[in-house]
C-alpha cells in the first residue's frame, strides 16, 4: 500500500512538470527589478522616521533660567550643571525650576527645548518613543488583515496617504500633544508601506531569487539608518529636520502605476482574469515569451480553490498544532530583536563621544551584518544563522557590565557589536517568517509578529529608566538573558533553506516533512513542502 508521504510526493513532483508562473515571466527581471528599488527605497527614508526621535529629541545639557540662580552661588550661572532645581542663598532649601536654557553646541531647536522636556518632564521623551511604536503595532493588526483581505496594493495605497498627511500635519505642531499625536499617525501609515511592501515583493520574486531580495531589500534600513545622522547634522532644528524627512516621500505618489497586486494573492482569491493580464504583462516587460498555456499557471488543486472562498485570519492559525506553535516561537523572537535592536538604537546619545558620529557608526555597521548574514544563510541556512546571532550578541551586552567606568570605549565597542548581531538576527525574522506560513495567512501572520514585536519596541526607550531605578547593569543583563532563551527556542523551528514557499493552510502545517532525501520514496529527490499547490509558485 502507498504510503500517504509516498502519495503526497507523486502528486507534487506531478505538479512540478506544469508550467511554473516564474519560468514563465522570469524569476527577477525589470518587472520585478523596478517594485523591489520602490521599496528599497521606501526602506530608506521609512527607518527616518522610525529613529528620527532621536534628534528630535537628544540629551540636551541644561541650566536653569527661571528662577534666576543668585550670582554668589560660585559658577552655577555660566555653566550647564544640569541642575533642575535651585538652591536658595538665605536657607538650604531649593526651589524647582521652571524655566531653562539649553545647550546649542550640537543641537539647535529639538522638542526637549521647544516643550522643556527635562527634569519631572524628562520622561515625555521616552513615551514619545513609545507612541510612534503603538501605532506600529495597531498598524500592523490593521494592514496585515486589510492586505490579506482587500490586497497588497490597496493596502499600501491608503498606507502611503496616512503617511503623507500626517507628515506635512506634524510641520504645524503647536503642542507636545499634538506633535505626539501625529508621530503616532506616521507610524500607522508608514508601517503598512514596509510590512506588506516587503510581503508583496517576495511574491513578486521567483524561488532562486528569494533569499537575495529578502535580504538586499532590508540594506535600505542600514543605508537609512547611517544616512539619518547626516539628515539631523545639516537640519539641526526640529521643524526643518520634519521637512527633509518629509519631502522624500512624496514622489512616491507617482509609484502607482508601477506596482502591481500580488500574483499570489490573485490566485488563492481567484482573481485569474486580473491575473492572467498581470503575467502577460510581466512577461513582456521582462522580454520573456509565455509558452503554452496561461491555464497550467493559474491552475490549482481542489483544497487551494476551498482556499479562495475564504478570509483567513490569525486564530486559523492557531487552530492548526504545527503552525502554532510557530507563530508562539516567532512572536517570542520578534518581540526580544525588537526589545533589543531599538533599545540599543534609541540610546546612542547615552554613549561617550559625538553623538551624530556614534549614531552613524550604529548604522553602518548594519551592512556588514547583513553582508555576514547573507553568507550564513547560504552556508548554514536560516535556523543556524539565526541561532548563532542570538547568542553572541547576548554574551556581547553581558559583556558591557564587568567593563571599568574609565573604559568608555570599550563598553561602546561592546555595544556595537551587540547591536551588529540583533540587526543581522531582526533581518533574518522578515525572511524567516515570510517562508515559514502560506500565502493565504502570510501577511497576517507576519503583520502579527511584528505587531507583538512593538511590545519589545514600545518597552525598548523605558530600558534607560530601568537602570536608573535599579542598576546600571540591569539592562544589558537583560539583553543576555532575553537572547539566549531566544536562540535556545530557535532550535525548535524548521530549516526553510531551497524549500517553496507554501501556499494552503495545510501546505503551512505540513511544511518541512520532507527534506533533502536522495532514497526518499517515488524519487523525491528535491527539498520541498509536501502538499501539491506549493509547488505552483
Not at 529613529?51 to 537628544?58: D, E, G, R, V
Not at 536653569?64 to 538650604?92: M, R, W
Request: aromatic share 14%; with cysteine.
Amino acid at each position: 500500500m502507498t504510503s500517504p508521504e509516498s502519495m503526497d510526493c507523486q502528486v507534487s513532483a506531478k505538479l512540478l512538470a506544469k508550467m511554473d508562473m516564474f519560468e514563465a515571466i522570469g524569476s527577477f527581471g525589470p518587472w520585478q527589478r523596478r517594485v523591489f528599488f520602490i521599496f528599497f527605497y521606501i526602506n530608506i527614508v521609512g527607518i527616518w522616521q522610525n529613529l528620527a526621535i532621536t534628534f528630535f529629541a537628544p540629551n540636551m545639557d541644561f541650566r536653569c533660567v527661571e528662577p534666576a540662580i543668585q550670582k554668589d552661588n560660585e559658577t552655577n550661572g555660566t555653566l550647564y550643571n544640569n541642575f533642575c532645581e535651585v538652591p536658595l542663598s538665605e536657607a538650604n532649601d531649593s526651589t524647582p525650576c521652571t524655566k531653562w536654557e539649553y545647550d546649542t553646541s550640537y543641537f539647535s531647536q529639538t522638542i526637549v527645548s521647544e516643550w522643556d522636556l527635562v527634569c519631572s518632564r524628562e520622561w515625555l521623551v521616552s513615551l514619545a518613543k513609545s507612541i510612534y511604536m503603538v501605532g506600529f503595532l495597531i498598524s500592523v493588526i490593521f494592514f496585515g488583515q486589510l492586505s490579506d483581505s482587500v490586497g497588497r496594493f490597496t493596502a499600501v495605497a491608503i498606507s502611503y496617504i496616512i503617511t503623507v498627511v500626517s507628515m506635512l500635519l506634524a510641520l504645524l505642531s503647536t503642542s507636545f500633544t499634538m506633535f505626539l499625536i501625529l508621530r503616532f499617525l506616521q507610524a500607522f501609515g508608514r508601517t503598512g508601506l514596509t510590512t506588506v511592501g516587503f510581503v508583496l515583493v517576495m511574491e513578486l520574486v521567483g524561488p532562486q531569487h528569494r533569499t537575495e531580495t529578502g535580504i538586499a531589500i532590508q540594506i535600505g534600513w542600514a543605508i537609512g539608518f547611517s544616512s539619518l545622522a547626516a539628515v539631523a547634522w545639516l537640519f539641526r532644528h526640529w521643524f526643518w529636520f520634519q521637512v527633509a524627512l518629509s519631502v522624500p516621500i512624496l514622489p512616491l505618489a507617482f509609484a502607482y502605476r508601477i506596482v502591481p497586486e500580488s500574483p499570489r494573492w490573485l490566485l488563492m482569491k481567484g482573481k485569474t482574469t486580473e491575473l492572467e493580464k498581470m503575467l502577460r504583462n510581466a512577461a513582456k516587460i521582462n522580454g520573456r515569451e509565455i509558452k503554452g498555456d496561461l491555464k497550467d499557471i493559474l491552475m490549482v488543486d481542489d483544497k487551494a480553490e476551498e482556499e479562495k472562498q475564504k478570509t483567513r485570519t490569525l486564530f486559523d492559525v492557531l487552530k492548526m498544532p504545527k503552525m502554532r506553535n510557530r507563530t508562539f516561537n516567532m512572536i517570542y523572537l520578534w518581540m526580544v530583536n525588537s526589545f533589543m535592536y531599538y533599545g540599543l538604537s534609541f540610546n546612542t546619545n547615552d554613549l561617550a563621544g559625538n553623538p551624530y558620529l556614534n549614531f552613524f557608526v550604529a548604522g553602518a555597521l548594519e551592512f556588514p551584518s547583513y553582508a555576514l548574514l547573507f553568507w550564513g544563510i547560504k552556508k548554514w541556512g536560516r535556523r543556524p544563522t539565526l541561532i548563532a546571532l542570538m547568542f553572541v550578541g547576548g554574551a556581547a551586552c553581558v559583556a558591557i557590565v564587568p567593563v571599568p567606568e574609565d573604559l568608555p570605549w570599550l563598553s561602546t565597542s561592546f555595544a556595537m557589536a551587540g547591536k551588529f548581531c540583533v540587526t543581522g538576527s531582526f533581518g533574518l525574522l522578515y525572511l524567516y517568517t515570510s517562508e515559514l506560513f502560506p500565502t493565504v495567512v502570510r501577511n497576517v501572520t507576519l503583520g502579527s509578529c511584528s505587531m507583538c514585536a512593538r511590545i519589545g519596541s514600545i518597552l525598548a526607550p523605558f530600558v534607560r529608566e530601568l537602570g536608573k531605578a535599579t542598576h546600571p547593569a540591569v539592562p544589558n543583563v537583560l539583553y543576555g538573558l532575553l537572547a539566549l532563551t531566544s536562540g535556545l527556542l530557535a532550535l525548535l523551528l524548521p530549516e526553510t533553506r531551497g524549500m517553496n514557499m507554501p501556499d494552503s493552510m495545510e501546505d503551512g502545517e505540513n511544511f518541512g516533512r520532507f527534506s533533502k532525501e536522495k532514497d526518499s520514496p517515488n524519487g523525491c529527490l528535491e527539498e520541498r513542502p509536501t502538499t501539491a499547490t506549493s509547488s505552483h509558485l
